[in-house]
């Protein structure tokens, strides 16, 4: 089992930039590729960034390129997405998730999940 726990989110203006970040444990942190989707009220959960289990690669959702960076310090078991430039539409539950086998932006090949941060952006 892995457990992963979210923090960072908050309220924000349009234009801020916020932080999270998602401590894992339970197995070894550079098992996994680790991935960070989003889910707005009413919506379908969406796909936001990924990065490899060595950091070496990166994908992005085209609505968050250019705006978001995904990272990952595998010596303290974190991943952290930083946010800029954020829109009112990037309000949402955001979530990491771990995947040990898959690399990419389907959350069904995700293994675990945490429980997700709120973030709110005002216009």
């Known amino acids: 089992q892995v457990q992963l726990v979210e923090s960072g989110g908050g309220l924000v203006q349009a234009g801020g930039s916020l932080r999270l970040s998602c401590v894992a444990s339970?197995?070894?942190?550079?098992?996994?590729?680790m991935g960070w989707f989003r889910q707005a009220p009413g919506k379908e959960r969406e796909f936001v960034a990924a990065i490899g289990w060595n950091g070496a690669n990166t994908l992005y959702a085209d609505s968050v390129k250019g705006r978001f960076a995904i990272s990952r310090d595998n010596a303290k078991n974190t991943v952290s997405l930083q946010m800029n430039t954020l829109k009112p539409e990037d309000t949402a539950a955001y979530y990491c998730?771990?995947?040990?086998?898959?690399?990419?932006?389907?959350?069904?090949?995700?293994?675990?999940w945490g429980q997700g941060t709120q973030v709110t952006v005002s216009s």
């Open positions: 998730a771990a995947s040990y086998r898959h690399y990419g932006l389907a959350g069904a090949q995700y293994d675990y």
């Open positions: 339970g197995r070894p942190f550079n098992n996994y590729h």
